[in-house]
C-alpha cells in the first residue's frame, strides 16, 4: 500500500530538491522551458514567452494541494537556481507502480545533475511512498537519457514500439527501464 504524502525537500550533495515557487518561473523559461534543443525529446513544445511558463507553472503550483502529486524542482545547493524538472508522470496505484520523467537545462548535461537528481528521488518513493517498482522510458533516438537510467541502477526492459510522440507530435520508439524496491535495496 502506498504512503503519499506529497513533494517533500530532498538534499543530495549539489541539489535541492523542492517544490517549485512562482519566482522560479523566469529561470525555467531560461534554463530550459525555451530552448528547443532541451525538450525536443519531449512531449511538450519549448515556451514561445514567459506568459506560457507562468500558465504551466501555477497549474504545478496547484496540484502542490494533492498528497500524491510528486513534482520537484532540481535546484542548485549554492544558489537555489531552478535547473530542471523531475516528477511522477504516472502513478498506477494497484500495481504500486510510478513512472519519472524529467528535463534539466543542457548547461548542465554531462556532469551527473540528472544522475544525482533521479537516484535521491528513487530513494525517496522507495523509502517514504512505498512503491515497489518505478520505470522510466526514453526515445530511442535519445540514448544519453538510458545512460543516467542505468546508472542510477535502472534495467533496460525493451523497446516499446511507436509509444511515445515527440513535441512535433510525431510518434517515437520509448525504450523502457525499471527498478524494483528489492534491487535498490
Request: charge should be positive; charged fraction near 25%; proline fraction near 2%.
Amino acid at each position: 500500500m502506498l504512503n503519499h504524502i506529497g513533494t517533500q525537500n530532498i538534499e543530495t550533495d549539489r541539489l535541492l530538491l523542492r517544490k517549485f515557487e512562482i519566482t522560479d518561473a523566469p529561470k525555467i523559461f531560461d534554463n530550459w522551458a525555451k530552448d528547443p534543443d532541451n525538450v525536443k525529446y519531449l512531449s511538450w513544445q519549448a515556451h514561445k514567452n514567459i506568459d506560457k511558463t507562468y500558465k504551466v507553472l501555477n497549474k504545478w503550483l496547484e496540484e502542490y494541494k494533492n498528497q500524491n502529486y510528486y513534482r520537484w524542482c532540481i535546484a542548485l545547493k549554492n544558489t537555489n537556481e531552478a535547473i530542471g524538472s523531475i516528477d511522477v508522470i504516472e502513478i498506477i496505484e494497484i500495481r504500486s507502480t510510478c513512472e519519472i520523467g524529467y528535463v534539466v537545462s543542457k548547461k548542465f548535461w554531462n556532469n551527473g545533475i540528472m544522475t544525482e537528481a533521479l537516484g535521491a528521488v528513487i530513494k525517496f518513493l522507495f523509502t517514504n511512498v512505498n512503491f515497489n517498482r518505478i520505470q522510466l522510458r526514453h526515445a530511442t533516438e535519445n540514448p544519453a537519457s538510458g545512460k543516467v537510467m542505468l546508472k542510477c541502477g535502472l534495467k533496460f526492459e525493451g523497446i516499446l514500439r511507436q509509444y511515445g510522440f515527440k513535441n512535433n507530435g510525431e510518434r517515437c520508439d520509448s525504450a523502457i527501464y525499471s527498478i524494483l524496491r528489492e534491487e535498490f535495496k
